[in-house]
Nanobody, 124 residues
C-alpha cells in the first residue's frame, strides 16, 4: 500500500500563487508515476498534471500549461504542484494520485492510490 497526504490548499486571490505538496509513504517502490487531479462541485475529477517517479517526464492539462509546474523531491518522497496566475476556475479540491505503470493516461480511474484532497479556492 501507498499512502498519500496533500497539503497547501487555501484561499487565494486571482492572480496569486500556491504550492501544493503530496507526501508519499509506504510501498513507494511500486510507484512509477504520480499525478494531480482536481474536482469542482458538480464536476468530474479532472487531470491536472503528472510526473514520473524519477521526475524525468511530465504531462499537463491544456488548461494549466504555462501556469502550473509539477515537480518531485525524491529524497523527501514528495511531489509538488506550483500554481501561478491562479484563476477562479481553478477552484477545486486537488487530489494527489499514484500509479504503478508509466502510462500517460489522464483518466482518474487508471490511478490506484489517492490522497484525501486539499481545497484550493481562488477569489475574483
Amino acid at each position: 500500500q501507498v499512502q498519500l497526504v496533500e497539503s497547501g490548499g487555501e484561499l487565494v486571490q486571482a492572480g496569486g500563487s500556491l504550492r501544493l505538496s503530496c507526501a508519499a509513504s509506504g510501498h513507494t517502490s511500486s510507484v512509477y508515476r504520480m499525478g494531480w487531479f482536481r474536482q469542482a462541485p458538480g464536476n468530474e475529477r479532472d487531470f491536472v498534471a503528472s510526473i514520473t517517479w524519477g521526475g524525468t517526464s511530465t504531462s499537463y492539462a491544456d488548461s494549466v500549461k504555462g501556469r502550473f509546474t509539477i515537480s518531485r523531491d525524491n529524497p523527501k518522497n514528495t511531489m509538488y504542484l506550483q500554481m501561478n496566475d491562479l484563476k477562479p476556475e481553478d477552484t477545486a479540491v486537488y487530489y494527489c494520485a499514484a500509479r504503478r505503470d508509466n502510462s500517460a493516461s489522464t483518466f482518474s480511474s487508471s490511478y490506484i492510490y489517492w490522497g484525501q484532497g486539499t481545497q484550493v479556492t481562488v477569489s475574483s
